[in-house]
């Protein structure tokens, strides 16, 4: 089964996918980069138990989940789940008492639960 769950250059959406593969314990076989023709095209192959999963992006194709149908259902209900999550990304910020920043950090958070 192929589908397609968002725009390729989403990095939000990327963050989220690996979130999801890690709590699945997903092991990633295989990577290639490249170009083909005119079009970037990355996929990879996971490996999660017994099955195989390959993860595409491609311009103007969007980033795409292909593998048995009822597990890449199941990754891509993970990756909603991790999308929704208000601690998928922190914006932190110290300031002193008259409201002048002194630190700022942003960073993605990986949680595992």
Known sequence: M??????????????????????V???R?????????SQ?????WYLVG??????????????????PKTFVKRVTSLVREHTRAPAAERSL????ANGTALWRSSSRCSMRL
């Open 29 to 37: 076989l295989w990577h290639w980069s490249g170009m083909a023709g």
């Open 40 to 44: 970037q095209v990355d996929v990879a």
């Open 93 to 96: 910020q110290l300031r002193s």
């Open 25 to 27: 314990a997903a092991r």
């Open 50 to 67: 017994w099955r195989a999963l390959r993860v595409q992006t491609e311009n103007y194709q969007g980033l795409s989940l292909h593998g």
């Open 2 to 23: 192929k589908l397609v769950l968002g725009k390729e250059h989403d990095d939000q959406f990327r963050a989220a996918l690996r979130r999801a593969l890690d709590s």
